[in-house]
């Protein structure tokens, strides 16, 4: 029995490594990069502490060396799913029950071996198993996934202090419980750091998950489980799987025992997914907590008083990193008339510098898309942008699986707002732009407010005070993550709380308070001292 009020007081941002030339990280991760590919990984599921291996092995290739294996993973069927619930029902009396401050100590030693003893392989499997650059892995696989765990074992923490008050003579304290049942947890390609804190979020709450990774990501999750497991996760309370969407539903939501799923995915699946549930209410013994962010269609909007340089940055670096695979990336973006040109000219002018290739080469800005589902659909939009007159190629347009799913970052001139690409999400290293007329910026907050059903990220640029109010009023609901001044990319855990409305999702802000409320089921307790012995009331006295 614990006997103390414990304290985690709000982390510092884990420092980013900038891996210049002749530096000790630059050194190390070369490295850990040449070591991870001179072997083949052989990949199994983790279902109750357990390495599970099917037998049905499927290959894991560079996303930009289409010939060379990573290593194999070995699949699941509806039955690995059903083993990962018994094996989380299995851990869940004792994971719930665990101290608060045991449970914290797990995420917290997994934060300090990402820091350092794994630092160079998760970010390693992170660039060779997603085609990420060495700055694009640092921010996203090391250091938002640290921040992830420690800022949540201190917003957790918060939250347990949480308690109402008391009148004389009695006692009254919240319990803020796990849900009941098991989470079920979704995860995307994109970011290593979204695959780690979906499932742990929702266990640092003493939940248990069964956790599915896109297959393209698998690479870099099993080093994170295998982290898990060494930090002294206890078997069963997390369980990773690698099976298809439609398996995974078919077993997860048909299960009385279904208490929720964490979900970063596209709009379509959520929405699936959403309805699936909804009509398997009667099933479940609790209504389960539908969490997801999904997709975006992420703008800049520019000022008429706008820095012409702060907005080249802004779109080629809110565009282009990581090959705009990111739910932020700028997609499209509104010039005024006034500066069009110039911001053009310079635009393409730095985009047209970015070197692009695979990821052991640190020169290259550009690595390569996810896969060929994701080059062919991009290529088919540039494809028909380059044989439509409405729109113009200003720079890039090629595209090459040969050696891998190689896409130029690409820029697209549009006469028409409301072209295909400025409306739908493409997920690649597309930037589509409109000019507009420099004193008509009512006109283009209304074009940036109903083009598109999403609202996840979005961005102004001013130099007019003035410019940026009226935005950021007119804009409310646009995006849930709103900058003025910057590129609409790179939120930081604790600093800019993550998550969108409209079709981007249910806004629940992953890396804050708000998204681990989600995961907790509060039960209030009231305890009296003298208990009352008379029905009576003193108004019902003559």
Not at 254 to 261: E, M, R, S, T, Y
Not at 407 to 426: H, S
Request: a neutral charge; proline letters at 5%.
């Amino acid at each position: 029995m614990s006997f103390g009020t414990f304290s985690y007081p709000m982390p510092a941002n884990e420092p980013v490594l900038q891996y210049a030339p002749g530096s000790k990280e630059r050194d190390a991760l070369q490295k850990a990069l040449a070591e991870l590919k001179k072997k083949e990984a052989d990949i199994p599921q983790y279902i109750g502490g357990r390495a599970v291996r099917s037998g049905d092995k499927h290959p894991i290739h560079p996303p930009h060396e289409r010939n060379h294996v990573l290593g194999y993973y070995h699949a699941g069927t509806k039955a690995h799913v059903q083993q990962a619930i018994d094996a989380a029902l299995k851990a869940k009396p004792t994971w719930e029950a665990m101290p608060w401050e045991e449970r914290a100590a797990i995420f917290l030693k997994a934060a300090d071996l990402l820091a350092t003893k794994y630092r160079f392989y998760i970010n390693g499997t992170t660039m060779l198993g997603q085609s990420k650059n060495a700055f694009q892995a640092e921010i996203d696989a090391a250091c938002e996934l640290i921040d992830f765990l420690r800022f949540n074992v201190h917003f957790l923490s918060e939250i347990y202090k949480q308690q109402p008050i008391s009148a004389p003579g009695m006692h009254n304290r919240m319990e803020w419980r796990a849900l009941e049942g098991f989470v079920l947890a979704v995860t995307p390609f994109n970011f290593t750091a979204i695959g780690g804190n979906l499932p742990t979020s929702a266990a640092m709450c003493g939940n248990v998950v069964v956790w599915k990774p896109a297959n393209t990501q698998i690479y870099s999750a099993q080093m994170f489980m295998k982290i898990l497991m060494e930090a002294g996760l206890p078997d069963g309370v997390i369980n990773l799987v690698y099976v298809d969407g439609p398996t995974i539903g078919d077993v997860c939501f048909n299960h009385p025992d279904f208490a929720g799923v964490h979900f970063t995915g596209s709009t379509g699946v959520f929405n699936h997914m959403w309805a699936t549930i909804g009509a398997n209410t009667p099933k479940y013994k609790s209504y389960p907590r539908i969490v997801g962010e999904t997709g975006g269609k992420d703008f800049v909007l520019v000022h008429k008083s706008a820095d012409v340089d702060a907005v080249v940055t802004a779109l080629a670096r809110g565009a282009f990193e990581y090959q705009g695979q990111k739910c932020s990336a700028a997609s499209r973006a509104y010039l005024p008339s006034n500066l069009a040109d110039r911001i053009k000219a310079k635009l393409v002018a730095e985009v047209e510098t970015m070197k692009m290739g695979t990821v052991e080469d640190f020169g290259n800005f550009v690595n390569a898309v996810i896969d060929e589902k994701s080059f062919d659909k991009l290529k088919k939009y540039i494809d028909a942008a380059k044989k439509d007159r409405k729109a113009k190629i200003l720079t890039g347009g090629n595209c090459s699986k040969k050696d891998g799913f190689f896409i130029e970052p690409t820029i697209i001139e549009v006469r028409d707002p409301k072209y295909v690409t400025m409306c739908e999400e493409l997920f690649g290293p597309v930037l589509t732009i409109y000019t507009y007329k420099a004193d008509e910026f009512e006109k283009a907050m209304d074009l940036v407010d109903g083009t598109s059903p999403y609202a996840l990220t979005g961005a102004v640029l001013a130099q007019d005070r003035s410019a940026i109010d009226a935005a950021t009023k007119r804009l409310r609901h646009a995006a849930g993550n709103f900058y003025i001044n910057d590129k609409p990319t790179g939120a930081v855990v604790g600093q800019q709380p993550f998550g969108g409305a409209r079709a981007s999702g249910t806004n629940d802000k992953a890396g804050s308070m708000l998204n681990l409320y989600r995961w907790l089921s509060a039960r209030t307790i009231k305890e009296t001292y003298n208990s009352p012995v008379d029905y009576r009331y003193p108004f019902l006295q003559s």
